[in-house]
Structures are given as structure tokens and as C-alpha cells.
């Protein structure tokens, strides 16, 4: 309700960006471009539906990404750990402090990418509860209620700007390959032993 003319809304100044009553429009705006208030309410309001879905589907693509980088990460990490585990075994006991550190390193760096993940997930969630709680009240919009839809719809921009910070971390575990221990490194390690221990005859440098 207009509280000027005490007549209700019923356009939309599309210069001015305002709700207007006939007594508005024929005062200041009759040479303005307008639309029917109902009209730009229902346009703004699919807009806004559109735009909260490709928020959430961005969302999720962003999820999922994450977790095949991680799954990778892991698998890769996992391998070497193994692979480590067998050239301990192979190896001397009197250098197991060394693969102990190493595996410690490893263990720990899985660990930390885990809490990483955990972080960013957590993040992902929070935006995604306040796109579906957008969502479900954008249901229950009164028709002519453009105040409300401009507050939703700042809210899922804000939302998608979020959103472009946590896509930091998507690239981050798409591009992920850590391994603490490579080959050369255990070769390395391997040499450091047969020449500590050379001198007692037990062992035979490659």
C-alpha cells in the first residue's frame, strides 16, 4: 500500500528501480518505463529460483571435484605409504627411526588434508543450508513483495561470492599429488644405509 496515496502498488519503475500506485506513476513517472508490478515480481522471482539452482549445482559440481581430487590424493598416498612400509622391511632395523619419520610425515600430511577436506566441506554445507533455506522461503513470497525478493536475491549473491572462495580449495585438490617419499629419495636412503653399515661386510652397494 502506497502510504502516500494510500492506493496499492501496482507497477514498477524499471528507472528508478521503485513500486508504484496509479497516483505515483501519474504524479513523477508517467514518462518512465514501467511494468506491471505482479509481472516484474514473478520475472524477478523465476531470476531468483534460477539463480539459487546454478548456485547449488555449482555447489555440488565444486563437492564433487573435491572429493575425486582427494580420493586421488589418497589413494597416492596410500601406495606410498605401502610401498614404504615393504622397503622398511627390507632394510635394516637399525634404521627404522628413519621410516618411522617419514611415514610419521605422511600419516600426518594425509591427516592434515583430511581436516582440509572436513573445512571445506563444512563451508560447503553452511552455503548450501542457506541456499535451501532461501529456497523455501522464495515458496512463500507474497506476489507484490519486491522487498523481500531483493533481499533474497542479495543473499544468493552473496552466497555465490562465497562460493568463489571455496573454489579455491577445488583447484587446490584437483592439482594435489603429494608424496612425501619418491623413489629417488628411498634409493638415497638406501645408499646412506649400505655405507653406515659397509664396514661390517653385511651389506653389498647396488
Known sequence: ?????QKRYILYCTDCRVTLCHGCWSKKHSKHATNDLLEEVQSRKQKLKENITARE??????REEVDKGFQMFESESSSSIDEMRESREFWIKEMNFFFDKLEGAMVSKLAEEKERKDIFESAVDKLLQRINATKTMCDFLAPDDMEAVSKHEDEI???ALESLRVKHDV???ENKRFIPVSGG????AKRKVVSEMGSLGKYKQE
Request: glycine share 0%.
Open 1 to 5: 500500500m502506497c502510504p502516500k496515496h
Open 57 to 62: 549445482e555449482n555447489l555440488k559440481n565444486y
Open 157 to 159: 549473491n552473496k552466497v
Open 171 to 173: 583447484s587446490y585438490f
Open 185 to 188: 629419495e628411498l634409493k638415497t
